[in-house]
């Protein structure tokens, strides 16, 4: 069975002080209104990712990255746990970001970091603290939003200081 995805990009804020390597699936089918990115609904859209592909990917990231995080594709459980076993395997913490409530424990026990909950607009993402999204450390249970809200304010600090500057 296919698990389609774009290339990976590396990316710094998904998972606090963590340097991610980050894997968009394709099929998602929880079809939040407003998705920012509907071509994921298709689960043809982009190129199948192997297990030999994966590792190649991470062999030639591995000294810069900290953590692999998947967007989607809990929907191919037996996929995506034997990536994120490879991901383990290799020293490297892992991340799913889904829209959904609940994660069954056959994945969420190979993860450090899970975002759950749909995108709603009205309630706002992360960095938001009226969101229903929430980002949990697993292994300790605790939840990590705040990291997410202080980020964000002091981004806005930043840029009023850039502004004042
Ligand atoms: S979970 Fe993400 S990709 Fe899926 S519909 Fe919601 S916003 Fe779009």
């Keep these: ?86 991901a383990r395997n290799l020293g490297l913490k892992t991340c799913l970001y889904s829209g959904q409530k609940h994660i069954d424990i056959s994945i969420s026990e190979h993860l450090n970091f899970l975002k759950t909950g749909p995108w709603q607009s009205a309630l706002g993402g992360l960095e938001s603290i009226t969101s229903n999204q929430v980002f949990r450390d697993i292994k300790t249970g605790e939840k990590l939003n705040h990291l997410f809200i202080k980020n964000h304010h002091s981004n806005l600090l930043k840029g009023v200081n850039n502004v004042a500057a």
């Design 1 to 86: 069975m296919k698990f389609n995805c774009l290339p990976p990009s590396i990316v710094f804020q998904e998972v606090p002080n963590e340097i991610s390597l980050c894997f968009s699936v394709s099929g998602c089918k929880v079809a939040c209104t407003g998705c920012h990115s509907t071509e994921l609904w298709n689960a043809d859209y982009g190129s199948h990712l192997s297990n030999k592909s994966f590792i190649n990917w991470l062999t030639k990231y591995q000294n810069l990255i900290s953590c692999v995080i998947f967007f989607g594709g809990e929907w191919q459980a037996k996929a995506l746990i034997e990536k994120l076993l490879i």
